[in-house]
Structure formats: structure tokens, C-alpha cells
């Protein structure tokens, strides 16, 4: 995210020179947040659009198909072409929604997964953030991802679908419960690294690169899978997508959706999809630091050490998808909260106790 | 289902279909939720109706013979085999040894790719897609085979009145064997993607729960009769051309719930493996076809045939007036008979297991509704 | 009755095994097939790729044999059978001439309504009607779907004779 900092600079730099003496600086500071935040929805739906035709892909081989490769070379366009096609389609409200709460719940679906963006280190001291420094990233984060259950309860209610709603309520009671078990998993890479600063986190494990990784930590391994676990049933992948299940709810929350407003559903699905490979890569895989030790040998800006590994822990996220069947409701539920709960109980002691005789 | 005093709660009445990507064609399930719980379940069928038993009534015995296999599309060689069968002990005849052992090879090809569809889509309604796709990539080999015997690829009108439309093309055994060969170690995969997978397992074991004295009742037949722990397979029980002759199990497994039918079509499709490779070493040289005068007309009287499809007996009943064409002809389709026991599976079942179930019946819409 | 599985606390730990083991195996089996050949046709661009050819014997689009030495140039003497014995009462022929002279002069095939049963080249006494490999037959307008007598000539001209597929039969016989 070097760009951005240029641009800020360049932006703070010019619009002084300019405007000397002419208007408060809190225009200045104003101007560059929007360009900021320009800028990093732009790099999210881009980033979702590549998501989309990497998972289409993935899916086409696994299932002995070829996937996209008609638009552009290899089909690279294809989602680009679909997103087009989305944006000039007829935006249908059913005439007994909501009219309010159907348009907002997309927006404030796709507005809630961009937010969490804001925290992940990038770069050495770079988080987007920056400007306001935020040193409990990841509490931050929690908060933001326990949101995103509002935008499904908005558009599942707003649609006067009784599918949506079966899908809506489905969704907040997967995401509200498996908040918990993700919460406490997270604790515990907190008090291995003591802070809640996403920042140190990485600082801590960039020392010697790859053997310095969270990962190696053999009482952070069932945190790890818990933590994996319930970031996929928060982003709501196979084998719990159930609140999106096509075979039994049609499209469940965004069953009554199209065109642009279903794209925002489809993006933010993607995005939250790559929030999860980030922050997965920030605490268990060392971030943006190097894998080959501190300062990088190899030179590569940090942020695309970042982008590759989260890339790596999509595709085995989808991997997975597409070769599970889905739970059911009540299955799930017992998952969360007579499985993966405990678990994440015992976790926590466990690190507490070894964090306390290291 | 308890909830506080002030609280009033009330059933939502849900349209499941005749639009919806689970209920494998047009069929419309009238359903009575209480939260995430089914509690009434009313298939509405009709949506496909083509009056095909109608048509029989203005066709001659040959000419109907295309329709038949209209009934059950997944199946088409089973349904020629009924109504051929039907026609024939209307008329007296009896085909060729040779056309026997090929009558057989043909429908036991079908009998294997109408599982594997079933195979893929009980996989996609439990939310697991990859392994439809695998399934219809070896049920394209199939359907390949038969194309070449016949010439199309659902829709075969292969068999004929007395015979077949041709022998078996040339190369078609060694095709066939090459088949058999690399299938087995694919049902193994699909087996341990699908059938081993914890989460299937939970998904369909316990769940609709079938028993054996209501599956009578309603006259239900085939994997789903055998799920509940009857031995009813008419190869077995009343035998028809060559399955005397050959050796195979019928799998029968006592639990009647989703998995117990879902193990017993997996078996079938590794006994009709077995069959297979005993036809082709079996099959005799000879003729095909047997002479039938060009224009049948049959004594007024009845004929019923039924035989063992892969959604249970198929039963083809003629009634001949001395003319042409049927006076009247009855089709038993397994599917209407099985979706019958649809309600009485679905007690305490939530709606994901609802889906599971109708996958598990395995109907046809176009053998429902006729 | 099966019953459903339970979760008491020990049970979960043998179900946390299974469930690892069979993600495990799932996740080789579709990893497995990643790597395996793909068996996808590209339809309709084939992108330098020869036609998809159906199996031999398929029973496509319709055409009429032509035979040179006979009034129009076609082998059929519109006797009219293929038009009886159709379920569909798809064929239409006005037949032209008397005697051995006589030949259709109109020929008309509603492919919409024919279902490719293979009954009218079945009966055919001269062997004049065929059915083609041709699968690709769709087009926006029903109409179109009527085949006439030039668009059966036009498609027959080349065939020798009906197509059929090759049987072990014949491969007995050619011995």
C-alpha cells in the first residue's frame, strides 16, 4: 500500500500548496479519506472479481470441467463481463418488500466486509487505518465481521420472501453462534502475541520468517482449526453455507435480488472470503513478513507476501467447499455450540498455562 | 415445540416447487413449516402430464412403442423392455435367445446410468456438487454405448416387437468390457467422496425413515422397497428371460431410511456390473428377431408385463380388442408410487432433510405425472 | 429405525476423528481429479478443435437418398408408408406421376413435431429416407423446422446409402 501513501502525500502536499491560508486543513484530511476509501473499494471489488473467476476455475477442475475461457485470454474477463451485465439489468423490488430495508441491506452487507480491511497490516507500519492508528485491530475486526448478520436479517426481512426469511434467520443464528467459538480461538493468539494490535501480531512472528510462524506453535493448532472452522461458517462456504442453500432455499437471503444489489451481495461475499484469508495469514502465517526471514532477501513488497498467502488459504478454503456436503441446521448448531465452544474453552487454558510457564 | 404463553406462534405455509432447483423437475410440495420443521408435507403433481396412456389408445403397437420411452426418461430401455414384453405375451411371442441376452445388456446399461444421476443429485441436494459431475462423466460413457447401439442417447426406440432395431454394433463388446472394467474403482471413489463422508452420513442416516408395512401399503417398489428391508426384486421374484441364469445379489437392508436406499442403489450398480460381464460372456450368436407379421393385430384379451427398473417395477398393462392398436393401456410408474410414501417418511423431518428424502425416492417427474 | 446419531461429549471426539479422516479423503479424491484430464467438449466454438461427430449410427436430421436415374433424381417412389407409419404424422408428401414414374413432388418433414423413432426409414421399401449424423438443428423459428423436398435433396445427394451403424452381424457376414 505504498500507493497510498503516495497518493496521500502527494494529495496533502498539493492541496496545501494550493489552498494556502484558503480553507481549513479538515478539508484536506477530508479529501484524502475519500480518495482512500475510493481506492480501497475499487482494490476490493477488483480483488472479488478475481476471487470469483479463481473459484469458478478451482471448481471447473475439481469437477473435471474447464471452467471460464471465452472472454478475454483464459476467460480472465468473464467476471468482468458478468459483473457488466449485472450492473445494466433491471433492479427488481417485489412490490410487498420493504423498499427501504431491501436496498439497504446489500450496501450495508458489502460496506460492513470492506470495513474490516481497514485494519490488516499491510506493509511494515501501513495499515489503511493509519490515519486514526487503531491498536485493537483485532477486536475491531470481530466487531466489524458480527455486523454482517444485519445486512442478511435486513435483506432476508426486506424481501417478504419466505424463503429469504428462512435463509435469513438460518444466517443469524450460524453467525451469531459461531461468533463465539471464533472469538475465544482468537484469544488465544492474543495472549501468545499479547497485544491485540494485528501490527505486533505480525511483528512477532516476522524474526526469522517462516520458522517464527504462529503456525509452529503446537498450542495454537486447535485455535487454528477452530478458528478456520468458523470463518467458514461465517462467510457462509460449504459445507455451512446453509443459509444460501440453493438446493433447499433457492438463494436463500438474496433469493429476491438482481441485478446490482445482488452483485453487492456476491461481492461482499467474495470479500469477506479474502478477509478471512488475510487475517488467517496475519496470525498464523506471518503476514506480510517474508517466509525466507526479516528484512526480506528477496526484496518482495510485503503487502504481495500478504496477498499470496491469503491467496493460498482461499483456494484451500474453496478446495474444501466444493468437496463437502452441507450440514444441517441443527447439525450446525450442535456443532457450534457443544463442539467447537468447549473446545475453544480448553484451547484457552491451554495457552493461558503456557503462556504463563514460557 | 415449546415457546412462552404471550408468545403466538403459527405455521407458514411454503410453496416448495414447481419451481425450485431441488425437486428434479416440475413437481409442486405443498409444506407446512414450523420454524426450520416440516409438519405436513403434500406433493402436487400433474405439471408434466402428456396423456401419453391416451395416445396409446389412437397408435398401433408399434407406433407407441417411441412413446414408451417417455415415461421414465432416466430409463428408457426398462420401459421398451415392459411394453415390449406386455405386446409380445399379448401376441404369443417369444424373442430370440440372442435378443434376450441383448434385451438385458441394454437395460442393465440403463439401470446403471439412471443410479448414477440418482448418485449425482442425492449428492447436490445434500449440497455436495462435485460428485454429479463425476457421475455423469462415467454415466456419459453409457449413454455413449447406447447411443452407438441405437442411435440416441435418452430416447432409444431400440427394441422392437419381436426383436431388436439392429444387433449389437460392431466393437461394442470390447467397448462395453473396457466400461466394466474401469467402473468399479469409480464407484469406490464416489464411495468414499459421498457415501463415507461424515457429513452425508449425518445427513441421511436416521432420516426418513420408511417402514416396511407402509412401503407395501403404498405400493412402494425397488431400492426404496428393499431399503426398508424387503426382498422384492422381480429379477428374483418373478424372473424374466435370462435372469435365472445369472448370478447376483439383490442388496437388502433393513434401516429404511435415506442411507440404507442409497447403499442399496450404490450395490445394485456393482451387481449390474456383475450381470453385465455375465452377458458378454455368455451371449449367444444367432438371430435377433423373431418374424412377426408386418401389421399386428392382437385376439381381444389383456397382457400385463412387469419388470424391475431402477425405480422399481415397471408395469405395462394392454388390453387388446381384436384391432390394431390397444383398447386401452395402463402404466404402472414406480415413481407415482413411490412419491405416494413422500408424507409418510417426512414425520419430524426439517426441510433439509425434506430435500434429502425426495432425492432418496428418486422420481422422474415425466414417470409421475405420464 | 436407525437413529439419528447422538452427541454426547465422547462420541464427539470419535466424530472429530471421522471428520478430519473423511475431509482428508475427500480432499485427495477431488484433488485427485484436478489433475485428471478434463472430458468437457467445447460447445459451440470448438476453437481450431474438429466437430464433435456423434456416435456412428446417430439419428440426426433427415435427408433423401438421390438416385440419378430416376424422375427427380430420387430414390423414393412416394408410396406414402414412411407418412402412415409416423407416430407424429410428421411427414407430408405429394406424390407426382404414375407407375414407376412416380416420385414425390413435395416432401415435407416437420422435424418439431418428429421424435426420431427411425420407424419411417425402417419401413421404407426402397431404402429412400435416412436419417443423418446432423445434431445441430435448432433455429429461432418453428417454421424453420420444416423440412421441404430441396433441403432433403440437397442433404441426401452425397449419401449412398441409408446410414446405419455397423453391426457385429454385418462383420460375421463380410467374413
Known sequence: ?358 | ?370 | MRQRPDHNPLHLLGLICEGIWSLLVGLYITGLNFVRPGVCERYPRRDGRPDYQPQPGYRGDFALIGDPERPGGLRCIACLQCANVCPDKCIHIVPTGAGKERHPAQFLIDAGLCQYCWMCVEICPVAAITMTPDYETSTDKPTRLIRDLEHLQARGRDLPEVLRVETEGCAAEAE
Request: hydrophobic content about 50%.
Open chain 1, 1 to 358: 500500500m505504498e500507493i497510498l501513501k503516495l497518493i496521500d502525500n502527494w494529495l496533502r502536499g498539493a492541496m496545501t500548496t494550493w489552498f494556502t491560508g484558503h480553507v481549513p486543513l479538515i478539508f484536506v484530511d477530508i479529501l484524502a479519506w475519500i480518495v482512500a476509501t475510493v481506492v480501497i473499494l475499487l482494490f476490493v471489488s477488483l480483488l472479488a472479481l478475481i476471487l470469483i473467476y479463481l473459484e469458478r476455475k478451482v471448481a471447473a477442475y475439481i469437477q473435471g470441467r474447464i471452467g471460464p475461457e471465452r472472454v478475454g485470454p483464459w476467460g480472465l474477463l468473464q467476471t468482468v463481463m458478468d459483473a457488466l451485465k449485472l450492473l445494466e439489468k433491471e433492479d427488481i423490488v417485489p412490490a410487498a418488500a420493504d423498499h427501504l430495508l431491501h436496498t439497504v441491506a446489500p450496501v450495508a452487507f458489502f460496506m460492513i466486509s470492506v470495513l474490516g480491511y481497514l485494519v490488516i497490516p499491510w506493509e511494515e507500519t501501513v495499515t489503511i487505518a493509519k490515519f486514526v492508528d487503531l491498536n485493537v485491530g483485532l477486536l475491531y475486526l470481530l466487531a466489524i465481521s458480527s455486523l454482517a448478520v444485519i445486512g442478511v436479517l435486513m435483506g432476508g426481512w426486506g424481501s417478504n420472501n419466505k424463503w429469504s426469511l428462512l435463509g435469513a434467520m438460518r444466517g443469524a443464528a450460524q453467525m451469531i453462534s459461531y461468533e463465539v467459538p471464533m472469538l475465544l480461538a482468537l484469544i488465544c493468539v492474543v495472549l501468545q502475541a499479547g497485544s491485540l494490535s494485528l501490527g505486533v501480531i505480525v511483528d512477532q512472528q516476522k524474526a526469522m520468517g517462516l520458522l517464527t510462524w504462529n503456525l509452529w506453535h503446537p498450542w495454537l493448532w486447535l485455535p487454528l482449526i477452530i478458528y478456520l472452522v468458523c470463518a467458514t461458517a461465517e462467510v457462509n462456504r460449504v459445507p455451512f453455507d446453509i443459509p444460501a442453500a440453493e438446493s433447499e432455499l433457492v438463494a436463500g437471503f438474496h433469493t429476491e435480488y438482481s441485478g446490482m444489489k445482488f452483485a453487492f451481495f456476491f461481492l461482499a461475499e467474495y470479500a469477506n472470503l479474502f478477509m478471512v484469508g488475510m487475517l488467517f495469514a496475519t496470525l498464523f502465517l506471518g503476514g506480510w513478513a517474508s517466509p525466507f526471514g526479516y528484512p526480506d532477501p528477496l526484496h518482495i513488497p510485503g503487502v504481495l507476501w500478504l496477498l499470496f498467502k491469503a491467496m493460498l488459504v482461499v483456494i484451500f478454503m474453496m478446495w474444501v467447499s466444493w468437496t463437502l456436503p452441507r450440514l444441517r441446521v441443527d447439525q450446525l448448531m450442535s456443532l457450534a455450540w457443544k463442539l467447537l465452544i468447549p473446545a475453544s474453552f480448553l484451547s484457552l487454558v491451554v495457552v493461558s498455562i503456557v503462556m504463563l510457564y514460557r
Open chain 2, 1 to 370: 415445540m415449546t415457546t412462552a404463553p404471550h408468545c403466538v406462534t403459527d405455521e407458514i405455509f411454503l410453496n416448495m416447487g414447481p419451481q425450485h432447483p431441488s425437486t428434479h423437475g416440475v413437481l409442486r410440495l405443498m409444506l407446512n413449516l414450523d420454524g426450520e420443521r416440516v409438519m405436513h408435507v403434500e406433493p402436487d403433481i400433474g405439471f408434466l402430464h402428456s396423456s401419453m396412456e391416451k395416445v396409446a389408445e389412437s397408435l398401433d403397437y408399434r407406433q407407441f412403442l417411441p412413446y414408451a420411452d417417455r415415461f421414465d426418461y432416466l430409463n428408457g430401455m426398462g420401459n421398451e423392455l415392459a411394453y415390449v414384453r406386455a405386446v409380445e405375451g399379448l401376441l404369443g411371442i417369444e424373442p430370440t435367445l440372442r435378443c434376450q441376452y441383448i434385451r438385458v445388456i441394454m437395460a442393465e446399461m440403463n439401470r446403471i446410468a439412471s443410479h448414477l444421476v440418482y448418485y449425482g443429485t442425492i449428492g447436490m441436494d445434500t449440497g455436495a456438487t462435485t460428485p454429479f459431475l463425476y457421475c455423469f462423466r462415467e454415466r456419459e460413457r453409457v449413454i455413449e454405448l447406447l447411443e452407438n447401439a441405437c442411435g440416441q442417447r435418452l430416447l432409444y426406440h431400440y427394441f422392437r416387437i419381436g426383436g431388436l432395431r439392429n444387433d449389437l454394433p460392431r466393437d461394442f463388446c470390447t467397448k462395453l468390457r473396457a466400461f466394466l472394467h474401469d467402473f468399479p474403482p469409480r464407484i469406490k471413489e464416489y464411495e468414499a467422496l459421498l457415501t463415507k463422508n461424515v457429513i452425508f452420513r449425518h445427513r441421511t442416516e436416521g432420516v426418513g425413515y420408511l417402514d416396511p408395512a407402509v412401503a407395501r401399503g403404498y405400493g412402494v417398489t425397488g431400492p426404496m422397497l428393499r431399503g426398508s428391508g424387503v426382498d422384492n426384486d422381480l429379477r428374483r421374484a418373478d424372473p424374466y428371460y435370462i435372469y435365472p441364469e445369472l448370478e447376483f445379489d439383490v442388496p437388502v437392508l433393513p434401516e429404511g431410511d435415506v442411507m440404507a436406499r442409497h447403499l442399496v442403489r450404490q450395490e445394485e450398480m456393482r451387481q449390474s456390473v456383475r450381470i453385465l460381464h455375465q452377458c458378454l460372456d455368455k451371449l449367444p450368436a444367432g438371430e435377433i428377431n423373431v418374424k412377426v407379421p408386418r401389421r399386428l393385430k392382437a385376439e381381444p384379451g389383456e397382457s400385463y408385463a412387469r419388470v424391475e427398473g431402477p425405480r422399481g417395477e415397471i408395469g405395462c398393462y394392454v388390453i387388446a380388442d381384436g384391432t390394431d392398436h390397444p383398447y386401452r393401456l395402463h402404466w404402472r410408474a414406480p415413481s407415482f408410487y413411490n412419491l405416494q410414501a413422500l408424507p409418510a417418511m417426512c414425520g419430524n423431518a426439517y426441510v433439509a432433510d425434506l430435500i434429502a428424502i425426495l432425492g432418496s425416492v428418486d422420481i422422474t417427474l415425466g414417470d409421475v405425472d405420464r
